[in-house]
């Protein structure tokens, strides 16, 4: 058995967590989770789990912790209760939503569960990622929005927990597409997955330079294909076709996010808000029927997973993308395509406007 701490939006972990098809789930604690899987080498790939590990019993601890010169523990009476009965040397409070550098580089971290059983900590979240993704390339502008890697790799594991799951796809097949690349934050995370990348936009100039910095990275995985070009998604083509845009390598995942719409401030009144959402509205529709017409002649047509702004007030652009893909089903290139969303909303502390996941299948 294993156990997972889940960070804030629950919900969204529960869904990324569904890459490992975790089955016989319970919560012992608040934001943590118990559970079972055969897909113990996919645990590293989770993003929203801040630390996960293998669950013990109490009477195993000793053995397992014979050689630990300091644990870290959540409270003081655990300490202690470990110290009398399996004779830990020293512990160390560390609060279970955060890390402590000493304590994962050295040592081990136990958790207490429920009912004599502890998780030891194997792994924890890779802020460094995070952090090098985020912030340390050089060609960035918050002008242009800046999607979040961790939430970047969320998308991509929500949609392949759904790829690799439900198909017969080989893993070394996938191939990743963000039709809006801009700095390329979605190629960092595929590429650090471990996973082949398309990547285009009306301007690449950003994505570009990017790309010379990141294959100096610790986590630049070198042997996976990476390709951007200059492409204007929202331009009509007439009959267009993957092969003539991709070559051989047609993408099955498309993981994006586009505009998040213009600042918004607390002082906006509601006319301005929905002024904002009908602009972006439009855009978002002619971005999914361009998609639509893209892949049209695919058989197999690739899973899009997406963010959409979510303002403060009444928001519309999920019913509306919604009525858009049903309308879809009634003409002659029907794709047959359903929408479904998670309902928790990524927003960060002082933000105004939120995201929340799509998913096009």
Known sequence: MY???????????????????????????????IFDTKYKELLPQLGWIIKVGTVVKEKELQEILSDVKIIGIQNES???HLKNTIGIRRYKLVDIFHTDREIKNKWKEVINLENGLYGIVEQYQNIELYEDVDFGKPWRSMEMGMMPGKLAQIMVNIWLSNLIHNSDINIDDICIYDPFVWSGTTWFIANYLGYDFVGSDININYAEQNAL??????????????????HDILSPRKHPQPKDIFGEKIPN???????????????????????AQKEVMKLYEWFILQIHN????????????????IYPGDNYIESGLAKLIEDLKSTKTANHRTLSSIPEIYQRENQHIGRKILIIQ
């Open 253 to 275: 995942l498309i993981v994006t996010e586009w505009r998040l719409g213009p600042i918004i401030k607390a002082r906006m009144s509601e006319n301005d808000i929905q002024s």
């Open 78 to 80: 655990n300490g202690k």
């Open 213 to 230: 910095w990141r294959k100096t990275s610790k986590f630049y995985t070198a042997d996976k294909q990476f390709t951007i070009f200059n």
């Open 294 to 309: 893209l892949f049209l002649s695919q058989e197999q047509k690739p899973i899009i997973i997406c963010t959409i702004p």
């Open 3 to 33: 156990f997972a701490i889940l960070w804030k939006n629950p919900e969204i972990s529960l869904h990324e967590l569904e890459l490992v098809k975790a089955k016989e789930i319970s919560f012992p604690k608040k934001g943590i989770v």
